[in-house]
């Protein structure tokens, strides 16, 4: 187990609705990434959080937003939902050092009807 | 666009056999990670190495970096049926800790 936790682990939404994802970091990191996966892909980075502040965006439209609390939690938004934003969606949670290792959680995968 | 390439897609092989997998990148890295993943679950992280490294060993894994080509490969040893999953490999791109993803390498090991 990596500590980090995602919820919930499925979820079903119909186009054009909002959705949040949450992320519970892994004790003592600060930095949490979001990364979206599509079916037979690899994850692609959606943006970065550090210390509440975003530290790093992929090419995702402005629908996609996030936050990072004070306690290193994090939650991904995504506004007017799309067929294709149907993916797994993972959250890795590191701490800005040296060693840079991150750590996954087990994913949320989003569908969208 | 992603960063790394895996090579090759899938493989098949019987227990106990040795796995190699390849990755390409195409900018210069800070450090490159290897990751598994089990039936589109979270990734796990297998073994860092970092640029100024050529060589690290974990357990079964090897792992090789040549920055001149930028590649890598694992090298699994005694492969086991467990070791079934997709690899793939990630590189920072020295932009913090952004890591950017292959389209991985689906490893069968057949008992």
Known sequence: ?113 | SQQGEEDPQALSIQEGENATMNCSYKTSINNLQWYRQNSGRGLVHLILIRSNEREKHSGRLRVTLDTSKKSSSLLITASRAADTASYFCATDANTGNQFYFGTGTSLTVIP
């Not at chain 1, 187990?1 to 959705?19: A, F, M, Y």
């Not at chain 1, 936050?67 to 701490?95: G, I, R, T």
């Open chain 1, 1 to 113: 187990e990596t500590g980090v936790t995602q919820s919930p682990t499925h979820l079903i939404k119909t186009r054009g609705q909002q959705v949040t994802l949450r992320c519970s970091s892994q004790s003592g990191h600060n930095t949490v990434s979001w990364y979206q996966q599509a079916l037979g892909q690899g994850p692609q980075f959606i943006f970065q959080y550090y210390r509440e502040e975003e530290n790093g965006r992929g090419n995702f439209p402005p629908r996609f937003s996030g936050l990072q609390f004070p306690n290193y939690s994090s939650e991904l938004n995504v506004n007017a939902l799309e067929l294709d934003d149907s993916a797994l969606y993972l959250c890795a949670s590191s701490f800005t050092g040296s060693r840079r290792e991150a750590f996954f959680g087990q994913g949320t995968r989003l569908t969208v009807v």
